[in-house]
Each structure stands twice: as structure tokens, then as C-alpha cells.
């Protein structure tokens, strides 16, 4: 997370900008943290709120176009092959092409909110040959919500964003605990239903 704080610190803008274009083409960044201590960094006067929002922006909108047209240009194969370099496994690559069947191009505007999404919506789109049109709707749309609601929530948060990390850094062997037996009993409830219903 250091990483992040450096990358703002020493590049600004153009380092907020570079790292979206990164995070949403596949790199491991952490993506809302990211855009969560740009607000935070906003809300202490060491950036501007609008130009750290702009360049944020600008970088998931680059970033999510240039998955695009990989996708429309290389196709499945290519992502199949080399998606593993960057973290995206053939799982969920099918997990995405389902998603993305069902919801078509809102799942371009909504994705953004799903980690391990957000990096192959693009990809997906292009592949699907989704019109130019309807894909920079979808996208750039999302982008500016995704991006605007992240940032605001650490410009409010403020210097307990700070506090706020630290104590997610104490407890968060704890946090993963909990929300692993938060998944276990889902779906535990989730098969004994299905169970029931065969019965």
C-alpha cells in the first residue's frame, strides 16, 4: 500500500492517471484503495479534489479502452493465454462471459464495482464486437461514478481514513475470518435450499 502513497507523492496526476490505466487493464493495483487515498490526500489539501478526479478518470477510461480493443483486435485466445500473467484465470474469464451474457453492456457499468471484473469487461466487449457507441455509453458512464463515489468517500472520511487503515491492518486477520464464515454459511444456506427443493 506504500506503493500507492509514493506513486501519488512522487508523480501526482500523471502517476494517479498512469496507475488506473494500470489497475484496470489487469496489474495488481488496488484499485479503490487507490482512488480512496487520492480523496484522502484531496481532503489534507495535497491534491485538488476536481484534477485528481479528472486524471483518475482519464486513466480508467484509457485503461478500460485499451482492454476493448485488445479484445476486438486478439480476441479469446489471446486473453486466454496471457491472462494468467496478469492474474486473470481462464475461471474467471468464464465467469465473466457469463455475466456479461446476461447483463450485456451494463455489466461495462457496473463491473467496475465488481473486483476481478472490472479488469475483463473491457476485454469482453471488444471480443463480443459490442458498436464503439454503446461500449464508451456503458464504460466511460461507469467510470465517472465508480471513480467520483471512491474518491468522495475518502475525501469525507478525511484523516479517519488513516485510523481507519490502521485498524483494518490490526484486525484484518480477523475481517477475513468473518467474511469467510459469512461465505461458508451463504452457501451452506444456498445448498440446503437447492437440496430442499429437489426433495
Do not use: C, N
Amino acid at each position: 500500500m506504500d506503493i500507492v502513497k509514493e506513486l501519488i507523492i512522487e508523480y501526482g496526476y500523471f502517476g494517479i492517471l498512469i496507475a488506473l490505466v494500470g489497475g484496470i487493464v489487469g496489474l495488481p493495483i488496488p484499485d479503490e484503495f487507490l482512488l480512496i487515498t487520492i480523496g484522502y490526500y484531496a481532503s489534507i489539501g495535497r491534491l485538488s479534489f476536481v484534477t485528481a478526479f479528472i486524471s483518475s478518470y482519464i486513466g480508467a477510461i484509457i485503461g478500460i479502452t485499451i482492454s476493448y480493443l485488445l479484445g476486438m483486435k486478439l480476441g479469446l485466445p489471446f486473453l486466454l493465454k496471457y491472462g494468467s500473467k496478469i492474474r486473470i484465470t481462464s475461471l474467471r474469464i468464464e465467469q465473466a462471459q457469463d455475466l456479461f451474457q446476461r447483463h450485456g453492456p451494463w455489466l461495462l457499468a457496473i463491473g467496475y464495482f465488481i473486483p476481478g471484473v472490472r479488469h475483463l469487461t473491457g476485454y469482453l466487449a471488444g471480443i463480443s464486437k459490442l458498436s464503439l457507441r454503446t461500449f464508451m455509453f456503458f464504460a466511460y458512464g461507469g467510470a465517472i461514478i465508480w471513480v467520483f463515489l471512491f474518491i468522495y468517500i475518502g475525501h469525507e472520511l478525511g484523516i479517519q481514513w488513516f485510523y481507519i487503515k490502521q485498524s483494518f491492518e490490526t484486525y484484518k486477520l480477523y475481517i477475513y475470518f468473518g467474511l469467510a464464515f459469512l461465505l461458508i454459511v451463504i452457501l451452506l444456506y444456498l445448498l440446503f435450499s437447492k437440496y430442499k427443493k429437489r426433495v
